[in-house]
């Protein structure tokens, strides 16, 4: 009797008990697709409902950005670094199998960290929320189809060093801090198909509507998609590690802004695939954006993010 005692004291202290690690597998059987479990990422969105609480920070740099004329293109030929930092913070919650409800929060800066860089891209901050609805349109075997609604609401706060020294040579009212509401609605489909256990491909694709950072410009519509491929070595080799490489782009119509805009990004990152309940994961990604001109310039990021599901 002693020794039974002992024993369940044991599975108690155990984490979460053996009845809520069965309850874990449970509820995450949902992720599996041809037997294949998904490595979950920021770039291309999940079709899955689930909960989630995931939390990534990340750090990135763009080299050797061109400086603009500053007056009469009398300067020419400057070039410097801009680093930038940001934290992602989302939350979804499954209200039915069909249905997940989710709140995102995004902060973002960039800075210029070379006297002439710090002239060109100023000093930027993003704050960044975002509401966003899942509906699950068809469950098979081995895909999974969604649909996705979202609003995102954010404010950019910019110090553009570089305006305000252009207006005191014009003579106009030296502005050098702005606050930029900018509001957007988002609608995309989400699909991910399990080739095997080993294999699996997520995709999206979608539009969006609503304003620009740049005031000067109207409201744009813009159309975004991406897909990744992801590896799991777990299943034939017993190596808790998986792979998975993808890419995103997302086209404006309309932009006129002659800030950085992101084009296109690539990305790969590996993670710890040993529990479906937990992710970590280490990426890398290259973003391809636009500046003045038709110039492009690849920003490098690297970023670790953490995933739990419920």
Same mark, same amino acid.
């Given at each position: 009797m002693r020794k039974l005692t002992y024993l369940a004291v044991l599975v108690m202290l155990l984490p979460g008990g053996l009845a809520a690690q069965q309850a874990v597998s449970e509820s995450n059987r949902v992720q599996f697709?041809?037997?294949?479990?998904f490595i979950h990422n920021s770039v291309v969105p999940s079709p899955f409902v689930m909960t989630f609480v995931r939390n990534a920070v990340g750090v990135g740099v763009a080299a050797d950005l061109p400086v603009g004329p500053l007056v009469n293109d009398s300067i020419v030929g400057l070039t410097g670094d801009v680093v930038f930092a940001g934290l992602d913070f989302e939350f979804q919650h499954a209200v039915k199998s069909w249905l997940g409800v989710r709140a995102r929060l995004k902060l973002d800066a960039r800075v210029g960290n070379e006297v002439q860089s710090l002239l060109s891209a100023g000093v930027n901050?993003?704050? *960044?929320?975002?509401? &966003?609805?899942?509906?699950? #349109?068809?469950s098979r075997e081995r895909y999974m189809l969604s649909a996705s609604v979202d609003v995102r609401n954010g404010t950019a706060t910019v110090l553009d060093i570089r305006?305000?020294?252009? *207006?005191?040579?014009? &003579?106009?009212?030296?502005? #050098?801090?702005?606050?930029?509401?900018v509001l957007r609605g988002y609608g995309s489909l989400r699909f991910a198909y399990g080739i095997s256990p080993l294999l699996g491909i997520t995709a999206n694709l979608g539009a969006g509507y609503g304003e620009s950072v740049n005031r000067q410009a109207r409201n744009h519509a813009s159309v975004l998609g991406g897909v990744s491929t992801d590896f799991d070595l777990r299943p034939g080799t017993g190596v808790p590690i998986g792979f998975l490489l993808g890419y995103t782009f997302e086209s404006f119509v309309g932009e006129e802004t002659n800030a950085l805009v992101e084009n296109s990004k690539g990305t790969f990152r590996i993670e710890y695939t040993a529990r479906p309940d937990l992710g970590i994961g280490l990426g890398i990604s290259?973003?391809?954006?636009?500046?003045?001109?038709?110039d492009r310039r690849y920003l490098y990021t690297v970023r670790i993010d953490l995933r739990y599901f419920f």
């Open positions: 697709r041809g037997g294949h479990r901050t993003t704050v *960044g929320y975002e509401l &966003g609805w899942l509906f699950k #349109l068809a305006s305000l020294i252009e *207006g005191v040579i014009d &003579g106009q009212p030296p502005q #050098l801090v702005q606050n930029i509401p290259a973003d391809r954006v636009q500046i003045e001109s038709d």
